[in-house]
Antibody
Framework: QVQLQESGPGLVKPSQTLSLTCTVS??????????WSWIRQHPGRGLEWIGY???????DYNPSLKRRVVISLHTSKNQFSLELNSMTAADTAVYFC????????????WGQGALVAVSS | SYDLTQPPSASVSPGQTANMTCSGD??????ASWYQQRPGQSPLLLIY???KRPSGIPERFSGSISGNTASLAISGTQSVDEADYFC???????????FGGGTKLAVL
């Protein structure tokens, strides 16, 4: 059973860049047929997809965040990461990493989530 | 942008069947999946490929699709089923993952 765990700062200052890492255990991030997503949830709100990366490195991002986001793979560490720049209070949310199954586009494993607050 | 529409709330009596819907243009051209999220927890996959259950998900959870509307049914609803339920699909035009706004289910 694959497990995912987010790590990173719980507090970011406005205009700074958020960097989060997702560590994958129980399976290889290089396994074909999967993609690796970042998804966030604003307090009391629904889920918002941020973007994904395939094991081969192909990425795609939510058009509303595309100019500010970079998702990267770190295969030697079995990790993938999120960078979101120009943070504002509107980016305060719980950030989840998740594994997706590419042929059917569902997410079968999720991390527990990391709360990130944006405040000076 | 592509939207998936879910009613914001639903209620059901214990032991009855809860039905929730998810509508979107072109939803019939792709697969819908459903997630349960209890307060303070991460989402849990309930249904994938419109109507398939992962191992470990009880049979009382079922999914279906008709045209561009996907549905999730919970039979024999229990108090533990009180949660938010989200649908998700992949938009074939924009190559983006999309979530519905979620339905909060109350078991009264």
């Amino acid at each position: 059973q694959v497990q995912l765990q987010e790590s990173g700062p719980g507090l970011v200052k406005p205009s700074q860049t958020l960097s989060l890492t997702c560590t994958v255990s129980g399976g290889s991030i290089s396994t074909a047929g999967y993609f690796w997503s970042w998804i966030r949830q604003h307090p009391g709100r629904g889920l918002e997809w941020i973007g994904y990366i395939y094991s081969g490195g192909y990425t795609d991002y939510n058009p509303s965040l595309k100019r500010r986001v970079v998702i990267s793979l770190h295969t030697s560490k079995n990790q993938f990461s999120l960078e979101l720049n120009s943070m504002t209070a509107a980016d305060t949310a719980v950030y989840f990493c998740a594994r997706g199954y590419s042929s059917s586009w569902y997410h079968d494993s999720w991390g527990q989530g990391a709360l990130v607050a944006v405040s000076s | 942008s592509y939207d998936l529409t879910q009613p914001p709330s639903a209620s059901v009596s214990p032991g009855q069947t809860a039905n929730m819907t998810c509508s979107g243009d072109r939803l019939g051209d792709t697969y819908a999946s459903w997630y349960q999220q209890r307060p303070g927890q991460s989402p849990l996959l309930l249904i994938y490929q419109n109507n398939k259950r992962p191992s470990g998900i009880p049979e009382r959870f079922s999914g279906s699709i008709s045209g561009n509307t996907a549905s999730l049914a919970i039979s024999g609803t229990q108090s533990v089923d009180e949660a938010d339920y989200f649908c998700q699909a992949w938009d074939t035009r924009s190559a983006c993952v999309v979530f519905g706004g979620g339905t909060k289910l109350a078991v009264l």
